[in-house]
C-alpha cells in the first residue's frame, strides 16, 4: 500500500484523473513510516491470508488531499474496495465495526443488555445463514469485491494492533450483504422497539429498559435539485447533492481503477460503493422517500391442538416459528444471551401486537440486488445505463435526482414499490385475512413517477412528494396510486419551486447560493397567526 499526502486537489468541471493527483504529489509519508509498514506487513505475512493482503496492498494507492479525504486507486475494482475499506478504517474504524453490529443484529455484545431489543429486531429479518448462501450464490465479480472489503478490514486490524474491536475481529465477505442499501435508516427501523419488547419480552419491566431516543434530534431532510444545460451558462448540466445526516454518518472519498471505475462521493461508513456522487459521466442524489414500501399486516391468531395459526380468507394456516439467541455482553464484561420464540406470517415477521391482532411487517429483504444495484449505478455512464441499474428494484427508500454529461436531467422514484389494491390505507395496518390486501409483486419501472428533461429545465426533490418536482411538468398525482406518497408537499419543496421558477444562466455559485436562500415559506403562514393571536 502506498500512502501520500498532498495538497489540495482540484477539480475542473466535475473531471479528475489520477495523472493530474500525481503530479500534483508535493510531501510524501516520511520513508520510517513507509518502511514500518512494511515490517508489520511482512511480519503478518506469514499466513496465507495474511500474505493475499499484503499483495493486494501493494496494487493500492492512497493518497490524502489537504481535507483528509482519501482517493483511492487500485489496478481492479477489487483493488480499489480493499483500498477503500482500509482508509475508512483508518478514519473511524469504530464506526465501520458499529454499523456492522448493528446490521447482523449483534450490537448488544458490545453496548450490554440495553440492546438486546434492536438485535431482536434485526434479527428478525437478517439471518447470517442465510446470508452466507446468498454470498454463495453471488456472480463471481460480486464475491471478488465482497472478498476485498473483508480483506481491506482484516488487513488494516493485522497492522494495526492498536487497536481493539468490540467484537467482530474478523471479518467476513458475506457479511457486506448484511448492510447493502446505504439509506440513513433501514426499513427495519419503522418496527418500533417499545412494542417489540413488550411482545417478546411479556412484562413492563423488560419495556422499561428499552433506550429511549433523545429529546433533541439533529435536523433532517436532503434536498437535491438538477438543472438542464439550456439554463446555464456553460451550456452543461448542474446537479447539487445536498444529503442531511447525522453530521458523522458518512465519510467523503474518491475511489477509482485502472478497470474503469472512477466516483467520488458520500459513503456510509463501513459500506464499499459511493452512495450518492458522481463519475466522469454522471451524477446521483438520493432523499429519503415518503412512498410507502413497508407495510402492516393483522393477523388473526388461532390455537389449535396446542398450535398457532392464522386465519387467511376461509383457511387457516401455521404460523412460523422459530428460535433465536441474542448474546449480550454483561456489566462484569462477561457474556450471556437470551433466547426467543418468534414468529412470522407469510407477510413477514410478527413484530408487535395491537387490540388483540399480532402485526406482521412486510418489506423488501433483497440484500443481493441491493447490493449489486448500489454498486452498479456508480459505474453507469448515462440515463440509459443507469435505468439498466435500477432495473434490478432493489432501491426502496430513495428518490433520486439524475443528471448525466449528455444534458440529460431526471427524477426517478424508488424501483422497489410493492403493487397493492388502493381500496385499502397501508399507511396503516392492514387485514391480514384479506388476501385481497397482500403485495401482488413489484411496479415495473414505468409505472413509478419519473420525470426525464421536462421543458421547465429544472428538476428537485425535497423528502416530498413527486407531484411538484418539475413544477408543471411534474407527474400528475391522480396518475397513481396513493401509496406512491404518504406525506404531501413540504415547505421546501414550495421553497425550492419558488426559487427555481423562471431563473436561468445558473453557474455553481448561484446554485449553491439559490440552495442557502434563507426565505421560511411556512413562516408566512405561521406568524400572521401567531401576531394575530
Known sequence: MRYFLVDQLPFLDGKWRLAQQRRLLKRVLSTVMLFALSLVATAQADTPEAARWHREAQAVTITRDDWG???????????????????????????????????????????????????????????????????ARCPGWLQALMNAWADGLNDYLATHPEVHPHVIKHFEPWMALSFSEGSIGGDIERAALD??????????????????????????????????????????????????????????????????????????????????GFNPHIGWMHTSTTADAVDEFAETIVQQGGKLFYRYGNTLRPVSVRQISVPYRKPDGTMAERRFTVYATHHGPIVREQDGKWMAMALMNKPTQALEQSW???????????????????????????????????YLHPQFIPRRDDRFDYTKPVDGSDPATDWKGLHVLNELPRVLNPPNGWIMNTNDWPYSAAGPYSPKRADYPRYMDTVGENPRGIH???????????????????????????FAHQIPILVAD
Do not use: C
Not at 413492563?204 to 438542464?228: D, H, K, L, Q, R
Not at 456508480?378 to 433520486?400: E, G, I, R
Not at 425550492?496 to 411556512?522: C, H, K, N, V, W
Open 69 to 135: 479525504i482519501a482517493h483511492v486507486h487500485g489496478k481492479t475494482d477489487a483493488d480499489a474496495v480493499f483500498g477503500m475499506a482500509y482508509a475508512q478504517a483508518e478514519d473511524d474504524f469504530n464506526r465501520v465495526e458499529t454499523n456492522y453490529l448493528n446490521a447482523m443484529g449483534r450490537l448488544a455484545e458490545a453496548e450490554g443488555e440495553s440492546a438486546i431489543w434492536r438485535d431482536l429486531r434485526m434479527k428478525l429479518f437478517i439471518d447470517p445463514a442465510e446470508l452466507q448462501r446468498q454470498y
Open 496 to 522: 425550492a419551486t419558488m426559487l427555481l421558477t423562471g431563473q436561468r444562466d445558473f453557474t455553481l455559485a448561484s446554485l449553491i447560493t439559490l440552495a442557502f436562500d434563507s426565505y421560511l415559506p411556512e
Open 195 to 276: 412494542p417489540l419488547a413488550a411482545f417478546y419480552g411479556h412484562d413492563a419491566e423488560t419495556t422499561a429498559s428499552v433506550a429511549m431516543p433523545s429529546s433533541w434530534a439533529e435536523p433532517s431532510g436532503s434536498n437535491g435539485i438538477a438543472i438542464a444545460p439550456k439554463l446555464t451558462v456553460n451550456g452543461h448540466a448542474l446537479l447539487l447533492i445536498n444529503p442531511h445526516t447525522s453530521f458523522y454518518f458518512r465519510s467523503e472519498l474518491q475511489m477509482s481503477s485502472d478497470a474503469g471505475l472512477d466516483a467520488y462521493g458520500a459513503v456510509t461508513w463501513g459500506q464499499f460503493f459511493v452512495y450518492q
Open 376 to 410: 452498479l449505478r456508480t459505474k453507469a455512464s448515462d440515463y440509459a445505463s443507469y435505468m439498466k441499474v435500477a432495473a434490478l428494484q432493489a432501491n426502496s427508500s430513495n428518490n433520486t435526482i439524475f443528471a448525466d454529461d449528455k444534458g440529460e436531467i431526471a
